[in-house]
């Protein structure tokens, strides 16, 4: 079973990178490569300051191994997502036993967003991965693995990585009474070598900021790389006093939570619950400190994103399943699981019957074989629930990365202007005139050009169909070389989900020559 959900995990890798965020951060590590400049983060060609390096050295590695490829922008990510899945499983053999920790894996590969993360591919598997790795490193008092872990961490999303990190163990010694453990002097030396491990970020940020105090950045000199990645990217944002500021809802991951965690997320909110009803009866209280209290500082803050949540999810997985093997009367579990699984099968055909994405055979065969597995599971009683809880959500994942993500992805336009121009334009450069993709900009193999007025002489370009008109207007002669259809991919909404409306939602992006005589 584990490995048939590694497998759906697989199948995101080869879909296209979705914009904004995941080809904005696949474009920063081919810049890395193409100027063999490791230490400077650019967007558009402007000095950028918002993310750590550790993610983009681990594209741009993976880039020098296999390419400017989809495949290989995501495939180190699901690497430190597996890291967290063997990672996950050691911690709950440990805590409870190889049954919870064989369960707490399917949960963790099931949990949907996490599958969903290993398509749209930002910073969090690589936390996933870390976090989980740290904290069973640190609980296994291997300082060495545990600091290097947890400094990879800080360098993918700065010094909040390690709150769940500190509070899982800081919990566990407070509830626990362990006065003497919490005070030890062992981490005192985690901190140091944690400060020695990300010592290669620092100087990046400085070499790239803090040397240069004449650079412009978030409209301002002066601007100190360092002070942002200890203070502006972490605390500003939560106290929204730095320069990047949010509108958060403290109710926003309660109900997020309901659908990231699906399948299981109504038996997470039972598990976490009964928890703390019973907590003196805890044999462990790492997982809860370490998920909770990440949960509540990300709902305290202004900033709220669906995969903010994602790294305290080997935390939630294993309280789940230790929960849910902890049943004595499995009717409640049955009840709730097979109602969510109607809701899944009745989801995918509707959801296919109003969208209506290309057919893909290998897709197709694959979901018939895993629906007769479903069918005939030869179990009893919970574990035939639990895995046909599973099953369901490989189905609905191979049809999600099989079926769906692959057609929506032909509406998002800059990815297929670079995959028409790279078959049909070999080698001529885009120039983008008032309209812009980091997906173009990632996938083109010949120069990409960023105009907000066209230089003399002739241009292909990149544009709307309104600002090729006003080219056209100023006396410029414009020949459409193609029309792409244009959707923010990430932003789905029910006119274009809907085959009937889609043509009314759906906006227009040129290939254009413009000047050609």
């Known amino acids: 079973m584990i490995g048939l959900l590694i497998l759906v995990h697989i199948s995101g890798l080869p879909v296209t990178i979705m914009e904004p965020d995941g080809a904005l951060y696949a474009g920063i590590a081919k810049h890395m490569v193409q100027h063999h400049d490791y230490l400077n983060l650019f967007v558009d060609g402007q000095d950028w300051l918002d993310k750590p390096h550790f993610p983009f050295w681990m594209a741009a590695l993976s880039y020098q191994l296999l ?32 049954q919870v920790a064989r369960w707490s894996v399917c949960i963790l590969l099931t949990a949907e967003h996490l599958v969903i993360s290993s398509t749209d591919v930002r910073a969090e598997p690589y936390l996933t991965g870390l976090i989980i790795a740290s904290v069973y490193h640190l609980y296994k008092r291997q300082l060495l693995p545990g600091a290097l872990f947890a400094a990879f961490a800080v360098m993918t ?45 620092l100087y990046a940020l400085y070499q790239q900021f803090d040397a240069h105090p004449e650079k412009v950045v978030f409209g301002q000199t002066g601007v100190s790389g360092i002070r942002f990645f200890f203070w502006d990217s972490q605390f500003g944002r939560f106290m929204n006093s730095g320069p990047i500021k949010g509108n958060g809802d403290p109710s926003f991951f309660l109900h997020t939570v309901l659908w990231a965690f699906l399948p299981w997320s109504i038996f997470l909110y039972v598990a976490v619950i009964t928890f703390i009803r019973k907590g003196r009866q805890a044999r462990e209280y790492y997982c809860i400190s370490g998920a909770l209290t990440t949960f509540l500082l990300f709902s305290l803050s202004k900033f709220q994103l669906p995969h903010y949540l994602n790294i305290i999810f080997p935390f939630f997985s294993i309280l789940t399943a230790q929960y849910i093997l902890s049943i004595r009367k499995e009717k409640g579990f049955r009840i709730t699981q097979y109602a969510i699984m109607v809701i899944i099968a009745i989801a995918i055909p509707c959801l296919w019957a109003l969208y209506r994405p290309q057919i893909n055979f290998m897709a197709i065969i694959l979901i018939g074989v895993v629906i007769g597995v479903f069918i005939w599971l030869p179990l009893q009683g919970i574990a035939k629930v639990f895995f046909r809880t599973c099953l369901a959500s490989v189905v609905l994942n191979l049809f999600l990365n099989g079926l769906f993500y692959p057609d929506v992805l032909r509406y998002q336009s800059g990815s297929e202007v670079a995959f028409y121009a790279n078959e049909n334009l070999k080698g001529g450069a885009v120039g983008m005139y008032r309209a812009h993709s980091y997906a173009l900009e990632y996938y083109l193999d010949a120069p990409w050009l960023m105009y907000d007025t066209l230089p003399p002489g002739p241009s292909l370009i990149y544009t709307t169909p309104q600002y090729k008109d006003s080219l056209i207007a100023q006396g410029h002669q414009c020949r459409v070389i193609q029309t792409f259809s244009h959707f923010p991919v990430t932003r789905l909404d029910g006119q274009f989900v809907n085959f009937n409306t889609r043509e009314s939602a759906v906006d227009k992006r040129l290939l254009v020559l413009v000047d050609f005589f």
């Open 157 to 201: 999303k700065g010094p909040f990585a390690l709150v769940p990190i500190g509070f899982a163990l800081i919990g566990q010694f407070v509830f626990t009474k362990q006065w003497k453990e919490l005070f030890h002097i062992r981490w005192l030396i985690v901190v140091v070598l944690i400060g020695v491990f990300i010592t290669p970020e």
């Open 67 to 98: 390419g400017f490829t989809s495949f290989a922008y995501k495939l180190p990510a699901f690497l430190f997502l597996m890291l967290g899945v063997v990672y996950t499983y050691r911690f709950a053999k440990d805590l409870y036993g190889e």
